[in-house]
């Protein structure tokens, strides 16, 4: 998990529901960075559906997960759409990283003025106090001068409302 930028699970045993959960519960935590995790089946498989259903009986509808979780992942069917959910994750986010309370989003691209202007209406419940900028790199990210020049969504959020942003 520490050193992947993306998680492809195919149908399996006990160490692929393993290894599903431990990278689900260290995104949902805030232990590990947000990564693409694909859950890829067979053409008309269900492995994965029934493994959805498994999770949504007991955990959401018990209330020990939310509805937000489940953007953790995406189950597809074919390579090509397994290959473009990880490419799409990756065409404007570049990574992130907590400077103080602060979360820091690091892009390829900037934003429009709209765009940010659309995050701020979508997720003003998570941002605890300010908005959503678009901004420099803070002086606290010097550490990383290869990444120094790129765009960043800069805010400071509600950790126990901050699950599923990319």
Do not use: C
């Amino acid at each position: 998990m520490k050193e992947a930028h993306a998680f492809a699970l195919f149908p399996g045993g006990f160490g692929t529901l393993d290894e599903a959960f431990e990278v689900l519960t260290l995104m949902q935590t805030g232990k590990a960075r947000i990564i693409p995790v694909v859950m890829l089946d067979r053409p008309r498989g269900n492995y994965w559906e029934v493994w959805m259903k498994f999770i949504t009986d007991p955990l959401l509808k018990s209330g020990l997960i939310s509805e937000e979780d489940f953007s953790f992942f995406k189950i597809t069917h074919n390579v090509p759409d397994a290959v473009a959910e990880i490419l799409n994750f990756y065409k404007i986010y570049h990574s992130a990283r907590w400077v103080g309370e602060r979360f820091v989003i690091r892009m390829n691209d900037r934003l429009s003025k709209a765009a940010v202007v659309n995050l701020n209406k979508q997720f003003d419940d998570i941002v605890r106090k300010g908005e959503i900028i678009q901004g420099a790199a803070l002086p606290q990210e010097k550490n990383e001068p290869e990444i120094w020049d790129l765009p960043r969504l800069i805010f400071t959020p509600f950790r126990s409302r901050f699950r599923a942003l990319p």
